[in-house]
């Protein structure tokens, strides 16, 4: 079955420093969400990807689909202690209607 | 947006038993869908709640274990049959509307503890 990997597992950054997250789906994805999940919270969607290639920001946050639609990327610039959270990519594939969620990765952010 | 009530919000049950787990949404739904996900993992899906059929399971559930009802598009419930300790974990409802937007609402989660 369709598989959605995410790299880094764990990152722990100083405040200001950068983060990325790298997400990739064993198959072509017709869309790519990304969600934020706080500690103790439930998961809230941050953004949509359709189109390959395609690029969006949201502030410091800069979401990227790749060329043939199996992976995506989330890059903060200059992390803040809001920023905390496990971030969760997610994909739908084959026209269906299913989500699949990816393995996530733990934002730390220290003073 | 949609707004999601999801009840109750922990819960610890002894083995053996079945707990039920209700999702209400404040405007009419296409999809509801129910996930589970276990301390520091991800989330899998147990299956999609139909409105007036039986529910469609992903490998490695079955309705036996979690029967699923959705008698109308605002509300579903998931029942957790016959626990053990495995069966203990975070249940989260989610919603989707095909016909306008395609990002998932969740609700707020239930943590079940079972011993």
């Known amino acids: 079955g369709q598989q959605v990997m995410q790299i880094p597992q764990y990152q722990h950054v100083q405040e200001g420093e950068d983060f990325t997250t790298y997400c990739n789906s064993s198959t072509t994805l017709s869309n790519i969400q990304w969600y934020k999940q706080r500690p103790g919270g439930h998961p809230v969607f941050l953004i949509q990807l359709v189109k390959s290639g395609e690029v969006k920001k949201q502030k410091r946050l800069t979401f990227q689909f790749g060329e043939a639609k199996k992976n995506s990327s989330l890059h903060i610039t200059a992390t803040q202690t809001t920023d905390v959270g496990t971030y969760f990519c997610a994909g739908k594939a084959g026209g269906g209607n299913k989500l699949t969620f990816g393995t996530g990765t733990q934002l730390k952010v220290e003073l | 947006s949609a707004v999601i009530s999801q009840k109750p919000s922990r819960d610890i049950c002894q083995r053996g038993t079945s707990l039920t787990i209700q999702c209400q949404v404040d405007?009419?739904?296409?999809?509801m869908f129910w996930y589970r996900q276990q301390p520091g993992q991800s989330l899998t899906l147990i299956a999609t709640?139909?409105?007036?059929?039986?529910?469609?399971?992903e490998s490695g559930f079955v309705i036996d274990k979690f029967p699923i009802s959705r008698p109308n598009l605002t509300f579903s419930t998931l029942t957790v049959s016959n626990m053990s300790p495995e069966d203990s974990s975070i249940y989260l409802c989610?919603?989707?509307?095909?016909?306008?937007?395609?990002?998932?609402?969740f609700g707020q989660g239930t943590r079940l503890t079972v011993v």
């Open positions: 709640a139909n409105q007036g059929s039986e529910a469609t399971y």
């Open positions: 989610s919603v989707e509307n095909l016909d306008r937007v395609t990002e998932a609402f």
């Open positions: 405007s009419q739904v296409t999809m």
